[in-house]
T-cell receptor, first 109, second 115 residues
Framework: GQNIDQPTEMTATEGAIVQINCTYQ??????LFWYQQHAGEAPTFLSY??LDGLEEKGRFSSFLSRSKGYSYLLLKELQMKDSASYLCAVMDSNYQLIWGAGTKLIIKP | GAVVSQHPSRVICKSGTSVKIECRSL??????MFWYRQFPKKSLMLMAT?????????EQGVEKDKFLINHASLTLSTLTVTSAHPEDSSFYICSASSGDRNEQFFGPGTRLTVL
C-alpha cells in the first residue's frame, strides 16, 4: 500500500529552527509537496521537490532523497505565525496526491 | 499565483437537504479539479477527481449518488451533497490543476454543518 509518515506534533521556540521529517512509500514518484495549513483554512503551497537535494525559499527549505524515500521541511527563524499543520504529500505514478496526516507545529515564545 | 475560490465558505443546513458548493479557478483554466474532505485533526481525503466535460472519478468508499460532481467548464466545478446528514459535516476543499500535473491550487474550503 501507499504510505506517508510524518510526526503528529512538534514543539519549537520562537526564533529557533525546526525540521519536520516525512518518509514515504508510494507507487511511483512524481514529486513531493509541502503544504502549510492553519486551523480552519485550506492548505497553502510551500514547496515542491522532484529531484534530490535542497530547495531553499526564504526561511523555509525542503530536502528530498528519492533513494531513501525521505524528505524534510526546515523552518528557520521561527515566528509565532508559523504555528500550523504542515502536510507532506507525494504525487504517485498516476499523478494522484497521497497525503500524510500532517504535523502540528506549536511555537512557544 | 493561481487563485481558486469556493462558495459558500460556510453553510449550515438541516438534515435531508441538499447543499451545492462551487469551486472556481479565477485566473487560469482548470482541466482537472479535485474535491477533498477533511475531518477535524485529520488529513485531507480525496473524494473525487473531475476533468472538464467528463464524469468524475470517485475514490473507493465515496458514494457518487450522494456527492454529485459537475465540471461543466474549465473554470467551474460543483459538488452537491444530496440528502445531507450530520455525519456529512466536514471541511470540503477543492483544488484545481491547469494541466501542469505537478501542482494543485487549493480553494479556501467550505465548512459544512448539518444539523
Amino acid at each position: 500500500g501507499q504510505n506517508i509518515d510524518q510526526p503528529t506534533e512538534m514543539t519549537a521556540t520562537e526564533g529557533a529552527i525546526v525540521q519536520i521529517n516525512c518518509t514515504y512509500q508510494t507507487s511511483g514518484f512524481n514529486g513531493l509537496f509541502w503544504y502549510q495549513q492553519h486551523a480552519g483554512e485550506a492548505p497553502t503551497f510551500l514547496s515542491y521537490n522532484v529531484l534530490d537535494g535542497l530547495e531553499e525559499k526564504g526561511r523555509f527549505s525542503s530536502f528530498l532523497s528519492r533513494s531513501k524515500g525521505y524528505s524534510y521541511l526546515l523552518l528557520k527563524e521561527l515566528q509565532m505565525k508559523d504555528s500550523a499543520s504542515y502536510l507532506c504529500a507525494v504525487m504517485d505514478s498516476n499523478y494522484q496526491l497521497i497525503w500524510g496526516a500532517g504535523t502540528k507545529l506549536i511555537i512557544k515564545p | 499565483g493561481a487563485v481558486v475560490s469556493q462558495h459558500p465558505s460556510r453553510v449550515i443546513c438541516k438534515s435531508g437537504t441538499s447543499v451545492k458548493i462551487e469551486c472556481r479557478s479565477l485566473d487560469f483554466q482548470a482541466t482537472t479539479m479535485f474535491w477533498y474532505r477533511q475531518f477535524p485533526k485529520k488529513s485531507l481525503m480525496l473524494m473525487a477527481t473531475s476533468n472538464e466535460g467528463s464524469k468524475a472519478t470517485y475514490e473507493q468508499g465515496v458514494e457518487k449518488d450522494k456527492f454529485l460532481i459537475n465540471h461543466a467548464s474549465l473554470t467551474l466545478s460543483t459538488l452537491t451533497v444530496t440528502s445531507a446528514h450530520p455525519e456529512d459535516s466536514s471541511f470540503y476543499i477543492c483544488s484545481a490543476s491547469s494541466g501542469d500535473r505537478n501542482e494543485q491550487f487549493f480553494g479556501p474550503g467550505t465548512r459544512l454543518t448539518v444539523l
